[in-house]
């Protein structure tokens, strides 16, 4: 397999794995820049055989649809979702030529005919969460009882975990202004983001934490390089979108991990969390109906809590694993390889 990108935090475990990375600037405004990005990729096909081409976003449509035309290759194509675009913003143009649209959700899906030609194929395939990394079994004891310390958070009565970067379209001031209303005053927030993400955001958080009277409630506790621990230390991991989401793989992580989720029906993540079953879902942007959540799920005795984790992982496991998901991928680039699929 080859992949091109700018960069990325994972190439260095997909060189591991035998795959092969062309570092590109897709970044690239100039022409002339653009014109040798799709000259390499070009070249790359043929020299590495490749059937299938899968771009992702406007620029990786159209560098994808130029090099298909000119090396008879079918192409696919993933929307990104982008909090600063209209989900309607998400499926472009460029895609048209494309032999099938892969969405990540329900909710991608039935943006294509509002953008496309309604006899577009669309794919609807999840991203994929690897049960084996997220598995609440696999967690050492040690490595919990170290983030604990890390976090002090060995001494709270109640945990809810917020992972993401800071930015307003993840929802923040929504939880902070659903905590100060809830009945149960002793939960601590632990918001899990790295240090250097928005921090003019972040000086708007903290003022909303002391006008709230949270101080000591809410903690930004930085990175988590490990975070099916850092979902074991939770009691409800909040995900209160305001923006809309194609997937969100922090809902399938936690449910992975057998932890309550309660998050906003904003995008796709109602086909990830099963209202009642797996977790709550709120309407985006209502701090009440958040708050009421966040208690309900934090008053569940061990057997309900038992119950809803079982659920929850079963439900990742049968709809969501990355196996299943990798299957499916390579089912499609199979079928659209073979001669009758171009």
């Known amino acids: 397999m080859v992949a091109a990108s700018r960069h990325g935090a994972l190439v260095g475990e997909f060189r591991q794995s035998g795959g092969i990375h062309l570092a590109l600037p897709f970044d690239a405004v100039s022409p002339l820049t653009r014109w ?23 620029r990786g ?3 994808a649809r130029a090099v298909s035309k000119s090396t008879g290759v079918p192409f696919v194509a993933s929307p990104i979702a982008h909090e600063h675009h209209e989900p309607e913003k998400w499926v472009v143009p460029e895609m048209a030529a494309a032999r099938a649209i892969i969405a990540a959700s329900d909710f991608v899906a039935a943006l294509v005919p509002q953008a496309l030609s309604a006899a577009t194929r669309v794919e609807v ?17 040690e490595k919990l009882v170290r983030q604990m ?10 945990v809810i975990l917020m992972p993401g970067r800071v930015a307003p379209g993840k929802g923040h001031d929504i939880l902070l202004r659903a905590m100060a209303r809830m009945n149960n005053k002793h939960a601590t927030c632990l918001i899990v983001a790295r240090d250097e993400d928005n921090p003019k955001y972040r000086e708007t958080l903290l003022k909303l934490i002391a006008e709230l009277e949270l101080e000591g409630r809410v903690r930004f506790v930085g990175y988590a390089p490990d975070m099916p621990v850092a979902y074991m230390l939770a009691d409800v991991v909040a995900v209160p979108s305001r923006t809309p989401e194609a997937f ?14 309660v998050a906003s029906t904003a ?6 969390v099963i209202e009642g079953k797996t977790g709550w ?18 008053s569940l005795d061990e057997t309900a809590r038992v119950r809803l984790g079982d659920a929850a992982r079963m439900h990742i496991a049968a709809h969501f694993s990355l196996a299943m998901v990798g299957e499916r991928m390579i089912g499609l680039y199979q079928e659209l390889a073979a001669p009758t699929g171009r």
């Open 149 to 158: 310390q890390d976090w002090r958070a060995d001494d709270l009565s109640a």
């Open 267 to 272: 995008g796709g993540t109602p086909g990830i």
């Open 248 to 261: 969100n793989s922090i809902c399938a992580e936690a449910l992975a991990m057998g932890r309550p989720v």
């Open 281 to 298: 879902l709120v309407p985006p942007a209502d701090p009440e109906a958040l708050a009421r959540a966040l208690d309900d799920a934090l």
């Open 125 to 141: 395939i999840p991203r994929g969460v690897d049960l084996r990394r997220f598995d609440p079994a696999a967690v050492r004891t």
């Open 36 to 58: 040798r990005i799709a000259r390499r990729l070009k070249a790359a096909v043929a020299a590495h055989r490749i059937t299938v081409i899968h771009a992702y976003g406007r």
């Open 61 to 63: 449509a159209r560098l």
